[in-house]
DNA sequence: TTGACATATTGACGATTATCGATATAATCT
DNA sequence: AGATTATATCGATAATCGTCAATATGTCAA
């Protein structure tokens, strides 16, 4: 968990995470979006992808990334149980805890 | 949000919410807590009272310290933002809507 | 007002981080 | 094979961070 707390703390992977959510990117693609050189954006990538908050999968010499849904339903979980919030913005759910 | 990730981003930070969120502190229960020194916990709760995600109230010559309720639910919404999940991880829940 | 206690701030230090140019690796194309 | 394209790794550097002893500030009690 502490991988992934560091990981989100930088707002260049913020903004890499964010565009992933919106759909898988290539590497340069990614590089194009945030105004950083190709270095530190694999940097990034390698940081992200050791936090396990992203994965990629190979087309020809491409590395197409995505977002992880596991480790990310993992870590907001992980989340509530740190912080648990009151809801509010949720007033019209009634969660039942079995 | 950059500082509260960033806050976040710390173990010990993330140990004070941990007790904050069973209970309020003052500052020399937080000491005893976590194995630093009072200048070291000074520091880490400047930073969180930064972010918001903690507040304190004055008793005396101490004083006490409390999680940020609206901050940490505006955190978790802008997290939802960032990363949103698919829920699958809930199964134990019920939730029902009005 | 003096002394004891609670907490914050300062200044220093070593450790970690973000960044980038240069280079390495690997796949593809001609 | 050699050139091109995509990505990763290395090495260096400057900036930020975590830690603590020492000191400052504020509060209470005798």
Redesign the pocket.
């Known amino acids: 968990m502490d991988r992934i707390y560091?990981a989100l703390?930088?707002?260049?992977?913020r903004k890499i995470i964010f565009w992933l959510g919106r759909g898988e990117l290539?590497?340069?693609?990614?590089?194009k979006k945030l105004?950083?050189?190709?270095?530190?954006?694999?940097?990034?990538?390698?940081?992200l992808?050791k936090s396990k908050l992203v994965d990629?999968k190979?087309?020809?010499?491409?590395?197409?990334?995505k977002l992880n849904s596991e480790t990310i339903n993992q870590f907001v979980k992980e989340l509530n149980r740190l912080m648990p919030t009151t809801d509010t913005n949720l007033e019209n759910e009634i969660i039942i805890r079995r």
């Open positions: 560091k703390a930088e707002i260049n992977r290539n590497v340069s693609q990614i590089v105004d950083l050189s190709q270095a530190t954006i694999s940097n990034h990538l390698s940081i992808r990629f190979v087309k020809g010499k491409e590395r197409i990334y």
